[in-house]
């Protein structure tokens, strides 16, 4: 898997390509996520528009994130998603948990909450 990131709007725009399924991916994932926030990064799209699969270890480290930035007084926005990843998103409700957009411009269109 491979993590960019780009600051865009007041977002910070996280691009997760490939699977996201293993831990030291998961664990450099939560640790790009930290270097952003020790940034002063409060508003993050994490766009998962190039992730085939996701397991319930990705789905703990997207929840890690949204954790992080709430207690910072931010949030974090998915963008992108497959079908698959999608209906995993619908199962655990965890869609009823995060705002989740089409793409990144419609995640984030409006200010940041």
């Known amino acids: 898997m491979n993590i960019s990131t780009s600051r865009t709007r007041g977002f910070d725009v996280v691009t997760l390509r490939g699977d996201f399924l293993t831990e030291p991916e998961q664990k450099e994932f939560r640790d790009r996520i930290k270097t952003l926030a020790d940034g002063g990064?409060?508003?993050?799209?994490?766009?998962?528009?190039?992730?085939?699969?996701?397991?319930?270890?990705?789905?703990?480290?997207?929840?890690?994130?949204?954790?992080?930035?709430?207690?910072?007084g931010g949030d974090v926005r998915i963008a992108g998603i497959n079908r698959d990843v999608g209906t995993l998103l619908e199962l655990t409700h965890l869609d009823r948990v995060f705002r989740i957009y089409p793409g990144v411009s419609e995640a984030m269109l409006g200010s940041p909450s």
Do not use: D
Not at 42 to 51: D, P
């Open 41 to 72: 990064a409060r508003h993050i799209v994490v766009n998962l528009g190039e992730v085939k699969h996701l397991n319930s270890c990705g789905l703990g480290s997207l929840i890690c994130a949204m954790v992080m930035m709430k207690k910072l």
